[in-house]
T-cell receptor
Framework: KNEVEQSPQNLTAQEGEFITINCSYS?????LHWLQQHPGGGIVSLFM???GKKKHGRLIATINIQEKHSSLHITASHPRDSAVYIC??????????FGTGTSLTVIP | KAGVTQTPRYLIKTRGQQVTLSCSPI?????VSWYQQTPGQGLQFLFE???????NKGNFPGRFSGRQFSNSRSEMNVSTLELGDSALYLC?????????????FGPGTRLTVL
């Protein structure tokens, strides 16, 4: 059983659509991270959350600690948002656990 | 500020050999973490170093080891390479302890074991 589950695995959207990627986890956590990985491998950290909600430009991340669930929203999606989005948690035992990623393709 | 650098970027080795990968963190960052990424297993945590001390280790065999130097640069070593060690190895640095601070990732070292 994976400690971190993401859905959907694959997502195709039209440019301008509102996108939601979900992450559920089964361990106690100290923090949750959303990462973006473009083709070629480079990873960028988008958000680090331990409670509530954060917003950077068109990206919004929320976390519900009681429900052990986080969502990443992209408003007004753009083809440059096409990437793999990975949810990662730092467990209270200091281990890192990763979701398998959501592959997003935004079509112009 | 220069980003996280990893050397070499690409490496081809044969089974049984050993390999050393290097990571230079962003200046001022004291934490370096290493991760392995494969198509089958995705991203997996290898180890985390902070101020030259290993804070955490993932579920990998003892063939995987690492260290951090006083200038925060880090190396990881894999001995007796196996085909399954073929992967993208990523390091990430942060100001403070990884997981509680934003991590900045390097471009990775792609290791192929033949």
């Amino acid at each position: 059983k994976n400690e971190v589950e993401q859905s959907p695995q694959n997502l195709t959207a039209q440019e301008g659509e509102f996108i939601t990627i979900n992450c559920s986890y089964s361990v106690g956590i100290s923090a949750l991270h959303w990462l973006q990985q473009h083709p070629g491998g480079g990873i960028v950290s988008l958000f680090m959350l331990s409670s509530g909600k954060k917003k950077h430009g068109r990206l919004i991340a929320t976390i519900n600690i009681q429900e052990k669930h986080s969502s990443l929203h992209i408003t007004a999606s753009h083809p440059r948002d096409s990437a793999v989005y990975i949810c990662a948690v730092r467990g209270t035992g200091n281990q890192f656990y990763f979701g398998t990623g959501t592959s997003l393709t935004v079509i112009p | 500020k220069a980003g996280v650098t990893q050397t070499p970027r690409y490496l081809i080795k044969t089974r049984g050999q050993q390999v050393t990968l290097s990571c230079s963190p962003i200046s001022g960052h004291r934490s370096v973490s290493w991760y392995q990424q494969t198509p089958g297993q995705g991203l997996q945590f290898l180890f985390e170093y902070f101020s030259e001390t290993q804070r955490n280790k993932g579920n990998f065999p003892g063939r995987f080891s690492g260290r951090q130097f006083s200038n925060s640069r880090s190396e990881m070593n894999v001995s007796t390479l196996e085909l399954g060690d073929s992967a993208l190895y990523l390091c990430a640095s942060s100001l403070g302890v990884a997981g509680y601070n934003e991590q900045f990732f390097g471009p990775g070292t792609r290791l192929t074991v033949l």
